[in-house]
């Protein structure tokens, strides 16, 4: 039963129930059947075949009625007119009989009722044939004129009305057995019925009760199979959307809920996967500065292969970012300003990339601006020219205010020299350098100012030596 698909379990419980409510139908439809035949078999045989036979039994007993009409016109010779109207009240009689047994013999008959119509038949013709010769009297009654000839015609009337009471109590009696086997035949019709009805009454309840009892026993079974392993489902879904995949996700069924819950494993260990790739990225990245570790292709599909040609394409963009990086701050290290990141970046590198270009820019800059000084004073001699210090700030700032510190320096150093020198030159010994300098400007101003000092000693001796 757990191999079975949710599918096939569903259609497994409405053919149950619709093989129960089959039965339970064919069940009633058969009672019903049963019972519409034995109503069938009442309706339109037994009781026709009954109204049948008893319109022919009130017309035999009428015909006889009728007959004993005739005695009461005996000594009446005038009665030819009675004795018509009774012939013509039985011509009546006989059409009812006829209608009554047209009635019943084209109905169905069962052997037992078939072997007595047919003694029947035979009495009936007996009898009715003794009927015919009474109306044969009957009619001569009519015709008669004389008092002698309807006295003779009575004699012979009642010797043939004592000679039909065997016949018609033998007919009579048959008519009665018949109209007696058909009224048993609708009571045990009847029975039929009953037994009919109860019968497909027990079997359909009884069907519909083991009917309803296995569709809520395999109704309840479907329900806990489903909402189990639905409710391990939804449990792991809500463990993986909070991040766990910890979790150790087990189907014990190849139904829909057993796939879906591998389905879920699945998902889960490929989860799992991807976060070893990251964790083994991002370490490389973050511990060892390795860029090329890249996610695997292979295998991947879906959000899976979008997410790991995201990740590479990341790492990628990195590797290659930082490598230009690494080669102009290398460059940059080594004295080279060559160099430059040309490579287009979105976001952060792009920053960096101008960054890193701005300050190879920046130290050209810098470095056409020291070469600029350095040449105009050591091959023009001129010290005036200075770093420009617009728009400079930080260490290119600092570096030029130094250097320009420095041009100072020399500059005044130079000119105070230059000029103490020129004095000496025209025999001036009155000027000295007064400005402190420190390092070698200072043993040079100590030099140029000890040189005129002893010239000036020089002088005074030798102006002494002349006075002497």
Do not use: H
Not at 224 to 239: D, H, M, P, Y
């Amino acid at each position: 039963m757990k191999n079975m698909t949710i599918k096939l379990k569903l259609i497994l419980l409405v053919s149950l129930a619709t093989i129960a409510l089959v039965i339970v139908g064919l069940v009633g439809n058969n009672g019903i059947g049963n019972v519409g035949n034995a109503a069938k078999e009442i309706g339109e045989v037994r009781l026709p075949s009954i109204m049948g036979l008893d319109i022919v039994n009130e017309g035999q007993t009428a015909i006889r009625s009728t007959n004993r009409e005739a005695p009461f016109y005996e000594n009446d010779y005038k009665a030819q007119d009675k004795f018509a109207s009774i012939l013509k009240n039985k011509e009546e009689v006989w059409k009812r009989i006829d209608k009554g047994w047209k009635i019943y013999e084209p109905l169905p008959q069962t052997k037992e009722e078939e072997e007595v119509w047919k003694k029947f038949v035979i009495e009936w013709d007996t009898w009715k044939k003794g009927e015919g010769e009474f109306d044969g009297i009957l009619k001569e009654l009519v015709s008669n004129q004389t008092e002698a000839g309807q006295k003779a015609l009575f004699i012979k009337m009642y010797d043939k009305f004592n000679a039909q009471r065997e016949p018609f109590a033998r007919a009579e009696a048959l008519l009665g057995k018949i109209v007696e086997l058909n009224d048993n035949y609708a009571k045990e019709g009847v029975k039929q019925a009953e037994s009919a009805i109860a019968t497909a009454r027990m079997l359909m309840l009884v069907i519909a009760l083991l009917a309803i009892g296995l569709a809520l026993a395999f109704g309840f079974y479907l329900i806990q199979a489903i909402t189990g392993a639905l409710g391990k489902s939804v449990e792991a879904a809500n463990r993986i959307a909070s991040g766990d995949l910890s979790g150790n996700i087990q189907a014990d069924s190849t139904d829909e809920t057993g796939q879906l819950l591998r389905a879920m494993g699945s998902m889960q260990d490929s989860l799992r996967a991807i976060v070893a790739e990251i964790k083994n990225i991002v370490e490389a990245a973050a511990i060892r500065g390795d860029f090329s570790v890249k996610m695997t292709m292979e295998g991947k599909a879906g959000y899976t292969k979008e997410l790991s040609d995201l990740l590479n394409s990341l790492s990628n963009v990195s590797e290659t970012g930082l490598n230009d990086v690494s080669r102009v701050a290398t460059a940059l290290a080594n004295g080279d300003l060559s160099q430059k990141i040309t490579a287009e970046y979105a976001g952060v590198f792009a920053q960096t990339k101008n960054a890193v270009n701005s300050t190879v820019d920046s130290l050209t800059k810098v470095v056409g601006e020291i070469k600029n000084i350095v040449e105009d004073a050591a091959v023009r001699g001129r010290f005036s020219t200075k770093m420009d210090m617009t728009g400079k700030q930080g260490y290119t700032k600092e570096l030029s205010d130094l250097l320009n510190q420095l041009s100072n320096v020399t500059e005044t150093g130079i000119a105070d020299v230059v000029r103490v020198a020129n004095l000496l030159a025209k025999g001036d010994l009155t000027e000295t350098i007064t400005k402190e300098y420190p390092g070698s400007f200072g043993e040079m101003k100590a030099g140029v100012n000890g040189t005129v000092e002893n010239l000036k000693v020089l002088v005074g001796e030798i102006k002494d030596a002349t006075d002497t």
